[in-house]
T-cell receptor, first 113, second 112 residues
Framework: AQRVTQPEKLLSVFKGAPVELKCNYS??????LFWYVQYSRQRLQLLLRHISRESIKGFTADLNKGETSFHLKKPFAQEEDSAMYYC???????????????FGKGTKLTVNP | DAGVTQSPTHLIKTRGQHVTLRCSPI?????VSWYQQVLGQGPQFIFQYYEKEERGRGNFPDRFSARQFPNYSSELNVNALLLGDSALYLC???????????FGPGTRLTVL
């Protein structure tokens, strides 16, 4: 079964501190992993995807197939990083091909001044 | 471009009623996906449509149905509403079924 687990519902850090949001997945195959972010009163938006291997807004995430993890990291958190973060997995190709997304329950990050 | 738009923004229904939610994709996008987000949970996949054909269906009962129109807009229909259908319904559009999905603001459905 495909499953995405985000063990922390809430995470609170101080500005300038490192932050790591954990994500573990269960998938039989080669998954595509994503991090989505939702800032207050804004819509859900893609932050980064593992195939692009980019750093977005200082965030990085490395796919660890051995540990089935895709943790999101940032060395120095900023107050504007406060948001809801969702880890997601691209499921199997359905009839004709689709990018069904399987989401975790999300982690609410608060960066305190 | 205003991005993906959804209507209405909020809706209150009673058990047993029927509801229709609407989604307009970003111009040029031909794929629309629907997700249900219950409070405290992540979005859960309901349907994906591409070029007016259903490309995927999540684990939802037959009370849930959808369609995509020639202009690529989409409707999600839910019959015989249950209290448990109360949720935020998200629509996402993309160029194709395997491209990045852009989400709308959602429709908040409350079933009393």
């Amino acid at each position: 079964a495909q499953r995405v687990t985000q063990p922390e519902k809430l995470l609170s850090v101080f500005k300038g501190a490192p932050v790591e949001l954990k994500c573990n997945y269960s998938y039989s195959g080669s998954p595509e992993l994503f991090w989505y972010v939702q800032y207050s009163r804004q819509r859900l938006q893609l932050l980064l995807r593992h195939i692009s291997r980019e750093s977005i807004k200082g965030f990085t995430a490395d796919l660890n197939k051995g540990e089935t993890s895709f943790h999101l990291k940032k060395p120095f958190a900023q107050e504007e990083d406060s948001a809801m973060y969702y880890c997601a997995l691209s499921g199997p190709i359905l009839q004709g091909g689709s990018e069904k997304l399987v989401f975790g329950k999300g982690t609410k990050l608060t960066v305190n001044p | 471009d205003a991005g993906v738009t959804q209507s209405p923004t909020h809706l209150i229904k009673t058990r047993g009623q029927h509801v229709t939610l609407r989604c307009s994709p970003i111009s040029g996008h031909k794929s629309v996906s629907w997700y249900q987000q219950v409070l405290g949970q992540g979005p859960q996949f309901i349907f994906q449509y591409y070029e007016k054909e259903e490309r995927g269906r999540g684990n939802f009962p037959d009370r849930f149905s959808a369609r995509q129109f020639p202009n690529y807009s989409s409707e999600l229909n839910v019959n015989a509403l249950l209290l448990g259908d109360s949720a935020l319904y998200l629509c996402a559009s993309s160029f194709g079924p395997r491209n990045e999905q852009f989400f709308g603001p959602g429709t908040r459905l409350t079933v009393l």
